[in-house]
T-cell receptor, first 111, second 118 residues
Framework: KQEVTQIPAALSVPEGENLVLNCSFT??????LQWFRQDPGKGLTSLLL?????REQTSGRLNASLDKSSGRSTLYIAASQPGDSATYLC??????????FGPGTRLSVLP | EAQVTQNPRYLITVTGKKLTVTCSQN?????MSWYRQDPGLGLRQIYY???????DKGDVPEGYKVSRKEKRNFPLILESPSPNQTSLYFC?????????????????FGQGTRLTVV
């Protein structure tokens, strides 16, 4: 059964810093991996989708990488801003089960 | 605008009183699913549907029912709610069918329904 973990569970950084969030999964037979952002009490917003054949995707200050063979993905946030404060979730699209979520990393960017 | 709409956003009910949470998507997606989110447990899948009249259990289906009579709607039914079903619920849709390889299976989520069962 696919399991997804995220490290760290929480992270607090000063504004302007670059940071990396980590996601690991146990079964490398995934279709794709998606990073989401969730603000407190709100829904999920899709940030980046990486197909299994891709190694990375970029959107603005965000860059996500995927290494299927090692079961890892990273989300890189450049020049962090207080508005980036949220919980970041990774989810793997797992054949037959679909979208197994990690527990999330709670990010606080301090002004 | 592409969106997944859930209703209601907030609901407080009493144990045993049947309720339905509606979910509707306007993207003509085949795949829809329901999740619940609980502190410390993350998001867990309740039920999913690959297409009209095709539904299957996720990780935590006990106490829930779903139906998929139309492509755009996927209601979640709690026949006899209990306090342990107090949670934040999310509906999602995507173009993933499981039958082939699609170039884009980005998932779209609703804004959530916060349910309290007393």
């Amino acid at each position: 059964k696919q399991e997804v973990t995220q490290i760290p569970a929480a992270l607090s950084v000063p504004e302007g810093e670059n940071l990396v969030l980590n996601c690991s999964f146990t079964d490398s037979a995934i279709y794709n991996l998606q990073w989401f952002r969730q603000d407190p009490g709100k829904g999920l917003t899709s940030l980046l989708l990486i197909q299994s054949s891709q190694r990375e995707q970029t959107s603005g200050r965000l860059n996500a990488s995927l290494d299927k063979s090692s079961g890892r993905s990273t989300l890189y946030i450049a020049a962090s801003q207080p508005g980036d404060s949220a919980t970041y979730l990774c989810a793997v699209d797992n054949y037959g089960q679909n979208f197994v979520f990690g527990p999330g990393t709670r990010l606080s960017v301090l002004p | 605008e592409a969106q997944v709409t859930q209703n209601p956003r907030y609901l407080i009910t009493v144990t045993g009183k049947k309720l339905t949470v509606t979910c509707s998507q306007n993207m003509n997606h085949e795949y829809m699913s329901w999740y619940r989110q609980d502190p410390g447990l993350g998001l867990r899948q309740i039920y999913y549907s690959m297409n009209v009249e095709v539904t299957d259990k996720g990780d935590v289906p006990e106490g829930y029912k779903v139906s998929r009579k139309e492509k755009r709607n996927f209601p979640l039914i709690l026949e006899s709610p209990s306090p342990n079903q107090t949670s934040l619920y999310f509906c999602a849709s995507s173009s993933y069918t499981g039958l082939g390889r699609l170039p884009n299976t980005e998932a779209f989520f609703g804004q959530g329904t916060r349910l309290t069962v007393v």
